[in-house]
């Protein structure tokens, strides 16, 4: 079936990198993408990457995706207190391109 | 340009009622998407509306129900509530052609909470 995996919590010291780790089930995925949610907040899209590419990198955002072991990561340099949210790893249903299936997010914690 | 909007921001009902939800799709879309997001959890994809009819639905009982008008804007209805509903629900907009998820928007949300 499809599931999305992700762990619960990172936290991390101010201007370090963070690092966010995602795996999923669907092989057939087309897309995959992340997502940023702040308190009381709906979601935001950060960055998708398909599912053909290695790695996309969009500003301070680095998106890796190992295909072979399913696995998607996304990096984020020089962390902020700004960038402190919940982050979602999805992917694209097998059966529709309608509907995405998400991972139970990752709270990041930037200490000052 | 207003993104999706949301109505009512947060709502409190009794464990029996029938709830109506509202979302308005950002400006230029015509697809809409209802997720439920229950606390601690991701969203889980509810159904989705494309030209006044539903066009995917996800595994939740016929409970939930929807309907688009034609102006786009989407309800969501919840009857029989149960206290698993409590959830934040959320509404998305896309376009229809093309691949609509890499250019999905999200509201803000409803907070439902069923006592």
């Known amino acids: 079936g499809e599931d999305v995996e992700q762990s619960l919590f990172l936290s991390v010291r101010e201007g370090d990198s963070s690092v966010i780790n995602c795996t999923y089930t669907d092989s057939s995925s087309t897309y995959l993408y992340w997502y940023k949610q702040e308190p009381g907040a709906g979601l935001q899209l950060l960055t998708y990457i398909f599912s053909n590419m290695d790695m996309k990198q969009d500003q301070r955002l680095t998106v890796l995706l190992n295909k072979k072991d399913k696995h998607l990561s996304l990096r984020i340099a020089d962390t902020q207190t700004g960038d402190s949210a919940i982050y979602f790893c999805?992917?694209?249903?097998?059966?529709?391109?309608?509907?995405?299936?998400f991972g139970s997010g990752t709270r990041l914690l930037v200490r000052p | 340009d207003a993104g999706v909007t949301q109505s009512p921001t947060h709502l409190i009902k009794t464990r029996g009622q029938q709830v109506t939800l509202r979302c308005s799709p950002k400006?230029?879309?015509?697809?809409v998407s209802w997720y439920q997001q229950a606390l601690g959890q991701g969203p889980q994809f509810i159904f989705q509306y494309y030209e006044e009819e539903e066009r995917q639905r996800g595994n939740f009982p016929d409970r939930f129900s929807g309907h688009q008008f034609p102006n786009y804007s989407s309800e969501l209805n919840v009857n029989a509530l149960l206290l698993g509903d409590s959830a934040l629900y959320l509404c998305a907009s896309s376009s229809g052609t093309g691949r609509p998820l890499r250019e999905q928007y999200f509201g803000p949300g409803t907070r439902l909470t069923v006592t």
């Open positions: 999805a992917e694209e249903s097998m059966d529709s391109s309608y509907k995405l299936i």
């Open positions: 400006s230029g879309h015509d697809t």
